[in-house]
């Protein structure tokens, strides 16, 4: 099924722009713009969470120190893996290597698939250890300030549910490409498509590191 | 008319004042604004004039038929000028009202230290006063003139705001935390008190009024209200029935901190830090005791938070505040169920 | 003669393109998007306009008469949230904008326009939201959802309302996107940035702003939806959260939106004036200036809407400082369209009145901004309606005008077809009249003491009331007006032609109404946006 035409012959423009080249920096320009306004979604959330964490300090850091600094590590590692893995299928989806660049995918699918396992894992040990102060749920927390340590829990759920939810709709993204990839019918398109999906689940990334400091790192 | 005020609630000032342009005054502080805001008036006025001025002649001299002089026009050189030349006098005229209603923003807020305390209350939807002799009123406030008075002002729910149009006084009043808001009446006469920030379906009936007396029609009201508590007994009879005489003079064992003498003094915290037991520490201790937890004790004090209101807490601090350093030790008699004491 | 054998009618256009349902529904042209925004914003228009003549009536008389408290309160609710979301924002970016936009900077259509129709179906399951809330026993909170009133105490269809309010914030960053990347990356040949129309200016500006403050709206109403929905407590004071937290995220974002809501409208006027007075806009550059740095100041003076409400004194201060700073771009260019008129060749169409209207109200409504801004001012007129005169004579007085200024300079562009001279001169004057019988006694009002969102009020203040509600029946006659005769001319109107006010945006260019891909050939643009000479003719 691998096709011969060669990447330099663009696939069809789009007929509101003149070459594709136009089209190519808009479409790239409007996802930076789109992950501007994402980053400005959490931002909120970041905003309220720091001005509580200074607000309660001490309470935050032992709250902090309730969760699973190991699971959120290996959780880190393994997303900073999937994005080398989908960095290097955009490499090869340029160099048209449709077999790799499926592997890639599917590898960056699958370590996306561990990390939401072991965040749902996460939350059950939470919500054991009556730490899920979400729906009615009794909270019982064995440290001082059980008042902040709740307000502490309230924004852990709230963000890594938030980001739980991106990755999904990426990992919904990376579905699509990859299907489009195996069928190998416009590689150029293609390409664009990985390299466009590429920059958002980067984008998610680097949104959990900025989660995993504030929350796990942040610790007494 | 007198159909539609009768059917009003006894606590509104029924005062129908007529068509008016501006509001009455009742504190020194309302003339200075007063003041500010016409000179405003009067900025702002001539600069729409001189905007709708130019409008007309302009739009008169220069219409499409008129034989005025259309050639030499400006070049974007001169436009730079002008604009330049406009954004200084805006400048200039901005900052003068900036400095102006700064300058009296502080004063307003950083008030003269006070006579008298009145604790209000903001809830869906009253208002209730608790004066410093433990006088209570609901949707009224009894004030002398002539003498700077401090509002302690907090909320039992949402966020409402307590606002004197006569005083050109305004604040909102959050739950958790106390405000405290100062004037100094200078004209005895009732006004309104109204609640400005929406606060749910009764927002609107929110209103009381402020009755300023002299001198000593105050001190004649005030004994005639005589028969209530001072909030300090009544926050003795509080600190019984909630319990919280069982860990803080109990015989219980329970290791808790006494509280005599707390108020004023710097408390040690667990985890180093000082605290001054003011008012609002107290409030915090009731309400949310893991907040800040005195150093050497187990943070096992419950939160009453949602158990006692706004008010009895106020009474209850009363109460701590009236307790000398080990005043219960010696004088035993203040709680009367309290046989014996421990150290 | 009919139109179909008027030599000005082009006989192949975007309108003849198809007429079954789903040549519309499914569109991808922006110009049958901006008609469908166009449908869809003015049902909302009426919507919160019958609330508000119904606030208008229940305030004729001091008790609460009419329709009981929580009835009223769900009413201004109603209003403010339809009146500001579902109307001004989209107003004249999404309906306007949307058809001019790529005209005028010489493209076939929007960089993306799949996102753009995307955009129009996320605002009307957004405004379903909001319509379910109505039905759903309607909301209470006020358009400020302010804390812990939403989370915690009210007893109203919260979810479904925020809900709405979130999706619709999505439409608006769609849109925001699609304007910024269709200005940098798809303007015609020859079109510099200092030679795009000011009003391709006032939306790359509103756009950035929809792009950088509309996420923070959205995540705070997701935490109050949250908070509800799933218990817990962000700003729950017994928690240790911050009930003004709110305040400031939603300020954050909602400040910023005043300007959304009013820089598209300083396009507009400043397009009219310059065709109508047969001149080149006052200080081109001065404008471009102005509308960049409203956008960008516009972010650092959220806090004046909290000067009583317990930010520290200090802050209110630099806030207030901030504000005066932010106020004068505007004077500028207040002082610019004036200067336009100097030494032009002035005609008063109907546009024209609009749009001179627009300049008057607007700068009373800037200048109480002023006043309000003076903080101690502030603390005694906040929250009373002083700030609700304030903010319609910018909203209404000021953009409403404007949009309909603009509505009806480009009409003959989107249609092809001119409406009745007389009536809509009729319509103008009587918009600015009703406005200010409304609008005006509201600012006594305000500083007498009358608090805002208030179903009864003491007696003395009914005489400016009665004033205020007639006025609202002679608005509601200026706004119906043009309902009527922009319908009639739809059908009898006379063939525009392509350029029925001698103008010289490049939209004028092409047809009336254009082709599908706007121009037959893509222009080449050699000179400024406003080559008008007024010693001509
Ligand atoms: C489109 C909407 C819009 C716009 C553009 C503005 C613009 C401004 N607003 Fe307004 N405002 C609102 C909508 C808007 N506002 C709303 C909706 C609220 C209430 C929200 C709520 O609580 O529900 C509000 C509330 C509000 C408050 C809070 C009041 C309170 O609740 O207590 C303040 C306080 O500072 C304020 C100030 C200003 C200022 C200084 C400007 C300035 O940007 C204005 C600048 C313009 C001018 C200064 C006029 C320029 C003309 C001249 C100066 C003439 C020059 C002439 C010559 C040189 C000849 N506004
Ligand atoms: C953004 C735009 C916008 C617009 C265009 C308007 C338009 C109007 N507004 Fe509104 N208003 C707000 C935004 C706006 N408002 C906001 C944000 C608030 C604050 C809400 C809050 O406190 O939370 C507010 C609050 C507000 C109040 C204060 C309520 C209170 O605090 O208790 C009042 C009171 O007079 C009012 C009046 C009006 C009037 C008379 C109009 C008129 O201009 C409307 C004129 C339009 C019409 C009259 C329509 C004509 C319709 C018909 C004739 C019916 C026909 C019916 C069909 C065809 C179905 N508005
Ligand atoms: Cu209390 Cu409004
Ligand atoms: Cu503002």
């Known amino acids: 099924m691998p096709t011969t035409q060669p990447l330099n012959e663009a696939g069809q423009v789009a007929e509101q722009f003149n070459d594709i080249d136009q089209q190519v920096q808009s479409n790239l320009f409007g996802m930076w713009l789109f992950l501007s306004t994402e980053l400005l979604l959490f931002g909120g959330v970041f905003a309220g969470f720091i001005v509580f964490r200074v607000i309660h300090g001490e309470a935050f850091a032992a709250a902090a120190g309730h969760l699973d600094l190991m699971l959120g590590s290996l959780n880190t590692a393994l997303l900073l893996t999937s994005g080398l893995t989908m960095a290097l299928a955009e490499q090869l989806v340029n160099n048209t290597r449709r077999r790799a660049t499926l592997v890639m995918l599917l590898a960056t699918i699958a370590l996306g698939a561990i990390f939401i396992g072991i965040k749902g894992y996460e939350w059950y040990h939470e919500y054991e250890h009556h730490l899920m102060p979400v729906l009615g749920l009794p909270f019982e927390y064995p440290g001082e300030h059980p008042q902040q340590a709740e307000l502490f829990f309230n924004f852990y759920f709230t963000l890594t549910g938030l980001h739980g939810f991106h990755m999904l709709v990426g990992l919904g993204l990376l579905s699509v490409i990859a299907i489009l990839t195996w069928r190998w019918r416009d590689p150029p398109r293609i390409a664009r498509q990985v390299q466009i999906s590429g920059l958002y689940w980067a984008f998610v990334d680097v949104l959990w590191i900025v989660v995993f400091s504030l929350l796990y790192l942040l610790r007494s | ?343 | 003669m009919s139109v179909a054998t008027d030599p000005r009618w082009p006989r192949e256009h975007y309108l003849s393109e198809g007429f079954r349902l789903r040549d519309w529904l499914l569109t991808t042209d922006h110009k049958r998007i901006a008609w469908l925004y166009l449908a869809s914003i003015t049902a909302f228009f009426f919507l919160g306009g019958t609330a508000a003549l119904l606030i208008r009536l229940e305030l004729i008389t001091p008790p609460g008469d009419l329709v009981s408290a929580d009835t009223y309160n769900q009413l201004f609710s109603l209003h403010g949230i339809v009146m500001v979301w579902f109307f001004l924002i989209p107003s004249i970016p999404a309906t306007l904008g949307n058809f001019l936009i790529p005209m005028m900077v010489g493209a076939r259509d929007l960089a993306f326009p799949r996102l753009n129709l995307l955009s129009w179906y996320i605002y009307t399951l957004g405004g379903l939201f909001t319509l379910a809330a109505v039905i759903g026993g309607g909301v209470d909170t006020g358009w400020t959802f302010y804390t812990p009133y939403s989370t915690m105490f009210s007893n109203s269809a919260v979810i479904a309302a925020a809900a709405g309010v979130f999706i619709v914030g999505f439409s608006s960053i769609l849109t925001g996107l699609n304007f910024i990347v269709t200005t940098h990356k798809m303007r015609a040949p020859g079109l510099s940035w200092f030679r795009l129309p000011l009003f391709v200016w006032a939306n790359y500006a509103t756009s950035l702003i929809m792009v950088l403050a509309t996420p923070v709206l959205s995540s705070v109403l997701m935490l109050i939806v949250v908070e509800r929905l799933l218990g817990i407590g962000i700003f729950d004071p017994a928690l240790g959260g911050d009930p003004l937290l709110f305040q400031h995220l939603f300020w954050f974002y909602s400040h910023p939106a005043v300007y959304i809501m009013i820089l598209p409208g300083m396009g507009v006027v400043s397009e009219i004036i310059a065709c109508f007075s047969r001149k080149p806009v006052f200080g081109y550059h001065g404008m471009v200036i102005s509308i960049m740095s409203i956008a960008v100041f516009g972010f650092i003076v959220w806090g004046h809407h909290m000067f009583v409400a317990g930010q520290s004194i200090y802050a209110g201060i630099m806030f207030s400082f901030f504000t005066f700073l932010v106020a004068l771009p505007s004077a500028i260019k207040t002082f610019n369209w004036t200067a336009t008129l100097y030494k032009g060749r002035i005609t008063f169409t109907a546009p024209m009145i609009y749009a001179l209207s627009f300049v008057g109200l607007f700068t009373i409504g800037g200048l109480t901004g002023i006043i309000l801004a003076s903080i101690a001012i502030d603390v005694h007129v906040h929250d009373t309606y002083f700030v609700t005169a304030h903010f319609h004579y910018i909203m209404v007085g000021g953009m409403v005008t404007g949009y309909l200024g603009g509505l009806h300079f480009w009409w003959p562009k989107m249609t092809g077809r001119m409406y009745s001279e007389l009536w809509s001169k009729v319509a103008a004057l009587a918009l600015f009249i009703g406005f200010n019988l409304t609008f005006f006694p509201q600012f006594i009002l305000g500083y007498l003491g009358m608090p805002r969102r208030y179903h009864e009020y003491p007696v003395d203040f009914q005489v400016l009331n009665v004033m205020s509600s007639l006025g609202a029946g002679v608005l509601a006659i200026g706004y119906l007006l043009p309902l009527f005769y922009l319908f009639w001319s739809l059908r009898f109107g006379p063939a525009a032609g392509g350029n029925p006010w001698r103008a010289k945006g490049l939209e004028w260019w092409t047809d009336s109404p254009p082709t599908k891909h706007n121009f037959h050939r893509i222009p080449r643009v050699t000179e400024s946006a406003y080559a008008y000479d007024p010693t001509a003719e």
């Open chain 2, 1 to 343: 008319m007198s159909s539609e005020t009768s059917a009003l609630p006894d606590y509104l000032p029924e005062v129908s004042k007529g068509l008016t342009l501006m509001p009455e005054q009742a504190s020194a502080m309302a003339g200075r604004i007063d003041t500010l805001y016409i000179a405003l008036v009067v900025i702002c006025g001539l600069l729409t004039v001189v905007v709708f001025a130019l409008i007309a002649v302009l739009g008169y001299r220069y219409r499409a038929n008129s034989r005025a002089n259309r050639e030499s026009q400006s070049s974007e050189h001169t436009h730079r000028r002008v604009e330049l030349g406009v954004l200084a006098i805006m400048l200039v005229i901005f900052m003068g009202l900036f400095g102006w209603a700064s300058s009296l923003y502080l004063d307003m807020f950083r008030g003269p230290s006070a006579a008298m305390t009145i604790n209000v209350i903001g809830k869906q939807w009253m208002w209730k006063v608790q004066h410093p002799d433990g006088t209570r009123e609901i949707n009224t406030i009894h004030v002398p003139v002539d003498e700077t008075i401090n509002l302690r002002v907090t909320s039992q729910d949402v966020i409402h705001s307590f606002y004197l149009p006569a005083f050109r006084l305004k604040r909102d009043v959050l739950p958790g935390s106390y405000r405290e808001v100062w004037f100094t009446a200078d004209n005895p006469g009732v006004y309104r008190l109204f609640c400005a920030e929406y606060c749910g379906s009764y927002h609107a009936q929110m209103r009381g009024k402020i009755v300023v007396m002299e001198q000593a029609d105050y001190q004649q009201w005030l004994t005639r209200q005589g028969e209530s508590e001072a909030p300090a007994v009544s926050g003795a009879q509080l600190f019984q029935s909630y319990g919280c005489s069982g860990c803080h003079m109990g015989k219980t064992g329970i290791q808790a901190p006494s509280l005599a003498g707390v108020f004023g003094r710097a408390v040690p915290l667990a985890g180093g830090a000082t605290m001054i037991a003011d008012e609002a520490y107290l409030h915090d201790s009731i309400v949310q005791p893991q907040k800040h937890v005195v150093a050497g004790f187990d943070p096992i004090m419950p939160s009453y938070s949602g158990q006692i209101s706004e008010g009895e807490i106020l009474q209850i601090i009363a109460y701590i505040k009236s307790l000398e350093p080990l005043d219960w030790k010696t004088n035993p008699s203040q709680n009367p169920t309290q046989g014996e004491a421990q150290p």
